[in-house]
T-cell receptor, first 112, second 115 residues
Framework: TQLLEQSPQFLSIQEGENLTVYCNSS?????LQWYRQEPGEGPVLLVT?????EVKKLKRLTFQFGDARKDSSLHITAAQTGDTGLYLC????????????FGKGTKLSVKP | DTGVSQDPRHKITKRGQNVTFRCDPI?????LYWYRQTLGQGPEFLTY????????KSRLLSDRFSAERPKGSFSTLEIQRTEQGDSAMYLC?????????????FGEGSRLTVL
């Protein structure tokens, strides 16, 4: 079973700061998804990355997929209090196309 | 609202009782998933269905857990003889997988507390 490691586990920053969170694996990802989960709600998809070296931007969020497709990062510029939440990376496991395995997540708190 | 809905949102039960959760997926989605999430952790895969067929079950799904999707639409997850360790958020998700980048749409979850 592929293990997804996310770091840091917790991150507390002030509004306006930049941050980066990471997702790493011991194996090559077929594709990787990033989700955000707010308290009391289910995760919501932010982005899917497929190609090694791929960079995707979603407003102030920048997602990178490593060249070897074994790691990914999420960078947030000028964080806002609304960015607070649990950031999860997930990967399709075992070629069954849809059985997503999640990392433990990075819990981000952005303070005003 | 045409999103994934789950019922009940909260359930408090005594140890040893049986509980059942229901999930109504997005209507055009053929795949339905159950995940369990404990505080501070990411969702853990339990099982999934393609239409009415249960295609995969995690080893986390002990024999006290059973899931069904009888007509390929809604699904139920039953936990028999609940234990305190079953306390968690049970998340349902659905998707329509046409390629490897398929997105899962999650419900708001059913939170179980076993006393």
């Amino acid at each position: 079973t592929q293990l997804l490691e996310q770091s840091p586990q917790f991150l507390s920053i002030q509004e306006g700061e930049n941050l980066t969170v990471y997702c790493n694996s011991s194996s090559v990802f077929s594709s990787l998804q990033w989700y955000r989960q707010e308290p009391g709600e289910g995760p919501v998809l932010l982005v899917t990355v497929v190609t090694g070296g791929e960079v995707k931007k979603l407003k102030r969020l920048t997602f990178q997929f490593g060249d070897a497709r074994k790691d990914s990062s999420l960078h947030i510029t000028a964080a806002q209090t609304g960015d607070t939440g649990l950031y999860l990376c997930a990967e399709n496991y075992g070629g069954s196309q849809g059985n997503l395995i999640f990392g433990k997540g990075t819990k981000l708190s952005v303070k005003p | 609202d045409t999103g994934v809905s789950q019922d009940p949102r909260h359930k408090i039960t005594k140890r040893g009782q049986n509980v059942t959760f229901r999930c109504d997926p997005i209507s055009e989605h053929n795949r339905l998933y159950w995940y369990r999430q404990t505080l501070g952790q990411g969702p853990e895969f339990l099982t999934y269905f393609q239409n009415e067929a249960q295609l995969e079950k995690s080893r986390l799904l002990s024999d006290r857990f059973s899931a069904e999707r009888p007509k390929g639409s809604f699904s139920t997850l039953e936990i028999q003889r609940t234990e305190q360790g079953d306390s968690a958020m049970y998340l349902c998700a659905s998707g329509a997988f046409r390629d490897i980048t398929g997105e899962l749409f999650f419900g708001e979850g059913s939170r179980l507390t076993v006393l």
